[in-house]
């Protein structure tokens, strides 16, 4: 493929300069946490074509400010120094594929209850900035933009994921990004993964994941304000996720087959920006990194790839779109395609867009107490 636009590896953000800690090739690729049995061999290249090697790790325990100030790429979320995941439960939206679309949902999470703020109600609202494409591949992954967006109080969560579904969209595996105070607990981006069996959600992080890196978790305290490689690889009777430069873990194919399911192949593929609120109208969240498509500099999915499959050709769009007001539109996150000048003239990407938005309390919330 000839480089272009849209296989620029970051955003015209603030890149990560070169880390302390060790990226030289890593010897112990197929070292696993310690006590782990059985655990399978990884891919010998990531997604990408690329060998793994270590993350630039920061110390454990401390902020994705801290990170970025030194050039890091993640580090544990404390300092008990484990390596083993844990299971988190919150809400989490699904947006598009033969299973639907999750808008709305009822939770029994609710988000922390703010000092002086009255906890919110147990309904949750789903928006998401979506790039798409049906397609039979064994992978897929993408530059993604690492923001540390702004979250309502009463909000649950914004995020940033690369998801592969089957065919039905009912199987489907995640990693991302997400900034949760439910979750997480504070207002960091964490690093996260996630699986579906016969369109049932499971949890964050663990729930039949197989942790193999050495170095980091799901869950863990990530940079933020550049761009970072996210991928998904089925191998050897498993799905495969990785992070950066590393792969992270896995979730076994049993997970699917002792359920009556096969699934070893893709048949849909996503990556997008997703917010879930505590109303059908956000209410002071951002998406992204907080930055409307229309800057350069905004949140972006970018160098999107499959991974033994087709040409990508995404299908952009934003949902809902946006809350009506006589014959307008005022949009709540967009999307817009970045340009790619490989070619000339120049045309837009089918592979890249930049998507997301600032909070908008002054247009959503006159009604918010």
Not at 93 to 119: C, F, M, N, Q, Y
Not at 151 to 178: C, F, M, N, P, R
Request: proline share 9%; glycine share 10%.
């Amino acid at each position: 493929m000839s480089a272009g636009a849209d296989q620029i590896a970051t955003p015209p953000e603030a890149s990560a300069a070169a880390g302390v800690a060790d990226d030289s090739p890593d010897a112990d690729a197929d070292a696993v946490v310690a006590g782990a049995d059985q655990v399978l061999p990884p891919p010998p290249v990531l997604p990408w074509g690329d060998r793994p090697k270590r993350i630039k790790k920061g110390r454990d325990g401390v902020t994705s400010k801290t990170l970025r100030a030194e050039g890091l790429s993640a580090a544990a979320p404390d300092a008990t120094g484990s390596l083993v995941p844990r299971a988190r439960y919150g809400p989490k939206g699904r947006s598009g594929g033969r299973a639907g679309v999750i808008r709305t949902e009822r939770t029994d999470a609710v988000p922390p209850k703010p000092l002086g703020v009255k906890a919110a109600a147990n309904d949750v609202s789903y928006l998401y900035n979506v790039g798409s494409q049906a397609a039979d591949t064994s992978g897929l992954f993408a530059n993604v933009t690492i923001g540390k967006p702004d979250l309502d109080k009463t909000d649950y969560h914004s995020l940033a994921e690369v998801a592969l579904q089957s065919a039905d969209g009912k199987q489907i595996v995640e990693i991302g990004w997400t900034v949760d105070r439910l979750v997480n607990g504070d207002d960091d981006p964490h690093l996260f993964v996630f699986h579906w069996v016969n369109g049932e959600p499971t949890c964050y992080n663990k729930c039949g994941f197989v942790q193999v890196s050495p170095t980091v978790k799901p869950g863990a305290t990530l940079t933020y304000g550049i761009t970072k490689k996210f991928g998904i690889q089925y191998f050897k009777d498993a799905w495969w996720v990785a992070y950066d430069t590393e792969w992270i873990g896995y979730f076994p194919e049993t997970n699917w087959t002792e359920r009556g399911v096969e699934f070893n192949r893709s048949g849909y593929l996503q990556v997008f920006g997703e917010v879930a609120a505590s109303r059908e109208q956000p209410c002071g969240t951002a998406m992204g990194n907080g930055t409307g498509p229309e800057k350069d500099t905004s949140a972006r999915f970018s160098s999107v790839g499959f991974v033994d499959g087709p040409a990508v050709d995404l299908y952009m769009r934003s949902f809902p779109t946006g809350l009506r007001v006589g014959e307008d539109v005022i949009p709540f996150y967009k999307v817009k395609p970045i340009l790619d000048e490989s070619v000339e003239p120049a045309v837009p990407s089918k592979r890249s867009f930049r998507y997301g938005g600032p909070a908008k309390p002054g247009t959503f919330c006159k009604d918010k107490p």
